[in-house]
């Protein structure tokens, strides 16, 4: 019975007062000794606040939520890096450029730099992940004054050393521009995915000119460095030019999103440039015959789309392939670029792109001519035209000019209206007059 009583008493767990008067009594042991440093002191101090109640639930409750935060944004940053980050609606929910934790992004530029300096640029910094933010026209492509520095170039220079190359622009046409693209959610959505890729590696964003001051990438390092991230600007020699908020934008990218839109406006009505005229030069036989020697540029449908990195960049080559055979079925011989292993609905876009085109032009000839039928009076009579000179018969200059005077004179004394608001037959006619008047006069020398 003794045995069991003594083990019954054993079992019995050891109240908290009992916890408390050991804690005391070893930190007494401690400090009689005087071998407990100020950490464990901190401690021992630390757990007898906890074991007498002290602590603030407050506290702790604000310490858990910063531990949940912490968690949620640890689950919206997963990604594989293949797509876009901000595709998930989680992370679209939860990732801000401002919740993110401060990055360090390097800004570069090519302009007209050689591929070897560009690249020697790059490894003073050790950039393995570049994203090009160019911006692109209304179609959605991107023109580089050198082909090296084109995105086909730089995806296959990137590949071949080992850098993650990305193109998402910002600042194209039917975005309004650069200022207006960044305020939007896809502008945000790629500065988010760039503070990303630069918290694991060194990631630079690539621009158009050399110097930052000319390119649209100084909005990029502003939205950057007001998120709390820094940014760099690297020159052609290699070094660093810290990016410091609160710039100035200058005039040409205030006022971008006011072109844009008028240039848009005038896409849609079908003036959005102006015809070009080429020359007797360049339609003369040995221009053509230069050009037919010329040899033709042969593009591979099927690489083209399989270049394409996302959904967005498909439909940019699928439209451009179209765009392509449609010229070269235009233009036969003298086309530029002709396309090799086309698939069957590229073709078919190409004369859906055709017969757009043609119904396009037809609506514009129409339009034309209504306008030009409602400016002719009616009530006017049409002057009749009398017939040309033979093509043996020579008009002298003096006569002609004298003629042609006179003929002014009298039409301003008839009270007629200027030449450039008088209906085209009318012009005809006076036209006419003054030939038929300048002929009168070479048949009769006398009057001279």
């Known amino acids: 019975p003794g045995h069991g009583t003594s083990s019954a008493s054993t079992d019995v767990p050891p109240t908290e007062e009992d916890d408390e008067q050991l804690a005391r009594r070893l930190q007494e042991e401690v400090e009689a000794s005087g071998a407990m ?15 007498d109640g002290f602590t603030d639930p407050s506290l702790l409750a604000a310490q858990f939520q910063e531990y949940d935060e912490k968690f949620t944004l640890d689950d919206a940053e997963r990604w594989n890096g293949h797509g876009d980050l901000m595709h998930s609606p989680f992370s679209r929910e939860h990732l801000s450029l401002e919740k993110m934790d401060p990055v360090i992004l390097y800004s570069v530029g090519h302009g007209d730099m050689l591929e070897k300096d560009f690249w020697e640029m790059l490894q003073c910094h050790s950039i393995r992940v570049l994203y090009d933010i160019r911006p692109t ?52 959505h790629t500065l988010v995915e760039l503070a990303w890729q630069a918290k694991r590696k060194r990631t630079a964003f690539l621009g158009s000119e050399e110097l930052w001051k000319d390119d649209n990438r100084q909005v990029i390092a502003e939205e950057l460095v007001k998120g709390g991230h820094e940014v760099q600007h690297v020159r052609s020699d290699g070094s660093t030019e810290k990016h410091l908020p609160g710039i100035q934008y200058p005039d040409w990218l205030l006022r971008e999103e006011e072109r844009l839109k008028l240039l848009e406006k005038k896409r849609q009505a079908g003036e959005a440039g102006e015809k070009v005229h ?20 042969e593009l591979d449908a099927m690489t083209e789309l399989r270049l394409a990195a996302n959904q967005r960049e498909l439909v940019v080559a699928q439209r451009k392939l179209a765009r392509y055979q449609r010229l070269a079925d235009e233009k036969g011989l003298l086309a530029n670029k002709v396309l090799k292993n086309v698939p069957e ?16 032009k037809k609506e514009k000839a129409d339009a034309e001519a209504s306008g030009a039928g409602a400016q002719e009076d009616p009530e006017k009579e049409v002057v009749e035209q009398p017939s040309l000179p033979d093509a043996g018969e020579e008009l002298p200059g003096a006569e002609v000019e004298e003629s042609t005077a006179a003929a002014s004179v009298e039409a301003h004394e008839a009270h007629v209206a200027p030449p450039e608001t008088e209906p085209r037959q009318r012009r005809a006619g006076r036209w006419a007059r003054s030939r038929e008047v300048a002929r009168a006069s070479t048949e009769d020398p006398s009057e001279l």
Do not use: N
Not at 45 to 51: F, G, N, R, S, V
Not at 171 to 178: F, K, L, P, V
């Open 37 to 51: 440093s100020d950490a464990e002191v901190a401690a021992f101090a630390m757990q007898l606040d906890e074991l």
């Open 278 to 297: 080429k020359s007797r030069l360049e339609r003369s036989s040995e221009a053509v015959a230069a050009r037919l020697a010329r040899p033709t540029e």
């Open 137 to 188: 026209d209304h179609r959605g492509e991107f023109h580089s004054r050198h082909q090296r520095f084109s995105i086909a170039s730089l995806r296959g220079q990137c590949r071949s050393r080992g850098v993650f190359f990305k193109s998402m622009p910002i600042g194209r046409e039917s975005a309004y521009g650069t200022l207006a693209h960044v305020r939007s959610d896809e502008g945000r």
């Open 345 to 360: 609905w590229v073709r078919e876009d190409a004369l859906k792109q055709a017969e757009w085109v043609a119904a396009k």
